[in-house]
């Protein structure tokens, strides 16, 4: 059965620094989500985006996150300069039409990022 | 806003029971959906319901689903200890068709 993957599991990095989590959505899958879960806390909705640009963005998406699809296959959320409270559970979904037709969102297993 | 909210935060049965937990939301859905997730790991989808259905199953899963009341219900029956696990409920809207809204969760423990 086709799922959603992502690359690391666990990231560990520093205040500051650049990190890039990575996500191969389905393979027939045209629309791509990233959310987040902070510890103990709901999963929050952070961006989503079809046809090469974002669709909708949630307020915590600011400019120090960005999203790509580099080579058709790969969906990547960059962080330019983590911050200690960018600690959480990041979560890659995709899906074959947007929800209001009814599809569901398939998700990764989810990376793990600790701000140190 | 569009969000739904689980009751009970926590429940705790013994193995075989029926567990149901409940899900309110505050605006109009076009669907809504279950998800479980076990402790640090990633979201299993169980079930969606679309706006217009009542009900509906998946083996031991029972969805219910009043848009009158805003709310929903998932029943799990006899319960088995691997169903320990947080049960979310998320919302589609009309409005926000690429996103959904996740809840709080009901954090379920299945004591042997």
């Known amino acids: 059965e086709p799922e959603v993957t992502q690359t690391p599991s666990h990231q560990v990095t520093q205040m500051g620094q650049e990190v890039i989590l990575r996500c191969v959505p389905i393979?027939?899958?045209?629309?791509f989500y990233w959310y987040r879960q902070i510890l103990g806390q709901k999963v929050e909705f952070l961006v989503s985006?079809?046809?090469?640009?974002?669709?909708?963005k949630s307020e915590i998406f600011d400019d120090q996150f960005s999203v790509e699809r580099p080579d058709g296959s790969n969906f990547t959320l960059k962080i330019r300069s983590t911050k200690l409270e960018d600690s959480a559970m990041y979560f890659c979904?995709?899906?074959?039409?947007?929800?209001?037709?009814?599809?569901?969102?398939?998700f990764g297993p989810g990376t793990r990022l600790t701000v140190l | 806003s569009q969000q739904g909210e689980e009751d009970p935060q926590a429940l705790s049965i013994q193995e075989g029971e029926n567990a149901t937990m409940n899900c309110s939301y505050k605006?109009?859905?076009?669907?809504l959906q279950w998800y479980r997730q076990n402790s640090g790991r990633g979201l299993v989808h169980l079930i969606l319901?679309?706006?217009?259905?009542r009900e509906k199953h998946s083996g031991r899963l029972r969805v219910t689903l009043d848009t009158s009341k805003k709310s929903s219900s998932l029943l799990i029956t006899a319960s088995r200890a691997a169903d320990t696990a947080s049960y979310f409920c998320?919302?589609?809207?009309?409005?926000?068709?690429?996103?959904?809204?996740f809840g709080s969760g009901t954090r379920l423990s299945i004591r042997p």
């Open positions: 979904a995709s899906s074959f039409e947007p929800l209001g037709d009814y599809n569901e969102q398939f």
């Open positions: 998320a919302t589609g809207g009309y409005s926000s068709a690429s996103k959904i809204i």
């Open positions: 319901i679309r706006s217009n259905e």
């Open positions: 393979s027939n899958h045209l629309y």
């Open positions: 985006f079809y046809n090469n640009e974002i669709s909708e």
């Open positions: 605006t109009s859905i076009n669907n």
